[in-house]
């Protein structure tokens, strides 16, 4: 089975800087990455990432109903196309930059959509597909948005969002801070009820100190060893000769110097 690992946070909290870090890194190493994008990735997802942050109606809202099934419906064909066959893969590690824990944070925490109801169409969409480690960015909202530019000298209140762009076009950045807190604070309810499972990072330090805190989080994991050990002796059996860890290649003759 591949090694699945997400990475999860609020808006500004560096998470897919963290993730394309993380596949470049492994990449380094030799080890087969499949990265993935929520929204995004297949056909339908790119789509529906359009639909949700483009918002072809202008300033009109989609209900926070059919939002959730638009996000679920991007992660059952991501499932359904992509991880199903990826999971199964024994020397791979998948990537996520957001996973089905963004919808239990983002509609259910920050939207206030009922999590039990929530819970049965998250288990159908994933196909019960779920990461090994989830690492969690934490940041509080007030910093993190500073950083994508949404509060400038303390314009931002509780009740109101400081600008849009374009209509519609930044949908969850433009959200009220009392979302962007529900967000937060899902995501570490989230966090504290599955421990096992998540990691939560500070995600305030500079960007080098978090990416040591990734890279130690996933390289001590057991199985990251055994897919590096599984990659490793795929590369030993497409060597033409081998002797232990040292690989022979044979020589043309014009290599040979004759
Ligand atoms: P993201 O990829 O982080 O945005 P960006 O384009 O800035 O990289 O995610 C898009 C937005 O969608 C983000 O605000 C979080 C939100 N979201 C949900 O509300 N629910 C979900 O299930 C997912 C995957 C994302």
């Given at each position: 089975m591949?090694l699945?690992?997400?990475?999860?946070?609020?808006?500004?909290?560096?998470?897919?800087?963290?993730?394309?870090?993380?596949?470049?890194?492994?990449?380094?190493?030799?080890?087969?990455?499949?990265?993935?994008h929520?929204?995004?990735t297949?056909?339908?997802?790119?789509?529906?990432?359009?639909?949700?942050?483009?918002?072809?109606?202008?300033?009109?809202?989609?209900?926070?109903?059919?939002?959730?099934?638009?996000?679920?419906?991007?992660?059952?064909?991501?499932a359904?196309?992509?991880l199903?066959?990826?999971?199964?893969?024994?020397?791979?590690?998948?990537?996520?930059?957001?996973?089905?824990?963004?919808?239990?944070?983002?509609?259910?925490?920050?939207?206030r959509?009922?999590?039990?109801?929530?819970?049965?169409?998250?288990?159908?969409?994933?196909?019960?597909?779920?990461?090994?480690?989830?690492?969690?960015?934490?940041?509080?909202?007030?910093?993190?948005?500073?950083?994508?530019?949404?509060?400038q000298?303390?314009?931002?209140?509780?009740g109101?969002?400081?600008?849009?762009?374009?209509?519609?076009?930044?949908?969850?950045?433009?959200?009220?801070?009392?979302?962007?807190?529900?967000?937060?604070?899902?995501?570490?309810?989230?966090?504290?009820?599955?421990?096992?499972?998540?990691?939560?990072?500070?995600?305030?330090?500079?960007?080098?100190?978090?990416f040591?805190?990734?890279?130690?989080?996933?390289?001590?994991?057991?199985?990251?060893?055994?897919?590096?050990?599984?990659s490793?002796?795929?590369?030993?059996?497409?060597?033409?000769?081998?002797?232990?860890?040292?690989?022979?290649?044979?020589?043309?003759?014009?290599?040979?110097?004759?």
């Open positions: 591949a699945f690992i997400s990475f999860e946070g609020g808006e500004g909290s560096g998470k897919s800087t963290q993730a394309g870090r993380l596949v470049r890194a492994l990449n380094d190493m030799g080890v087969p990455t499949q990265f993935i929520e929204p995004g297949t056909n339908l997802g790119r789509h529906i990432r359009e639909l949700i942050k483009g918002s072809p109606w202008g300033r009109e809202t989609i209900s926070h109903e059919a939002e959730l099934f638009l996000f679920s419906a991007a992660r059952a064909e991501l359904a196309k992509v199903s066959k990826a999971s199964e893969e024994s020397r791979l590690v998948i990537v996520a930059d957001r996973y089905v824990d963004s919808t239990v944070a983002y509609q259910g925490y920050g939207r959509l009922p999590l039990n109801l929530m819970d049965s169409v998250n288990r159908l969409a994933t196909q019960g597909i779920m990461p090994d480690l989830t690492l969690l960015l934490d940041c509080p909202p007030v910093e993190a948005l500073k950083r994508v530019g949404q509060i000298a303390g314009l931002f209140d509780d109101d969002s400081v600008r849009r762009d374009e209509a519609g076009a930044r949908r969850f950045e433009d959200e009220p801070l009392a979302f962007h807190r529900r967000v937060r604070s899902g995501y570490l309810k989230l966090a504290g009820i599955e421990p096992e499972r998540w990691l939560v990072i500070d995600g305030t330090k500079d960007e080098d100190a978090v040591d805190s990734v890279w130690e989080a996933v390289t001590g994991m057991e199985k990251f060893r055994h897919v590096v050990e599984q490793e002796s795929l590369e030993r059996d497409r060597a033409p000769e081998h002797l232990g860890e040292t690989t022979l290649f044979p020589l043309s003759g014009s290599q040979r110097g004759c």
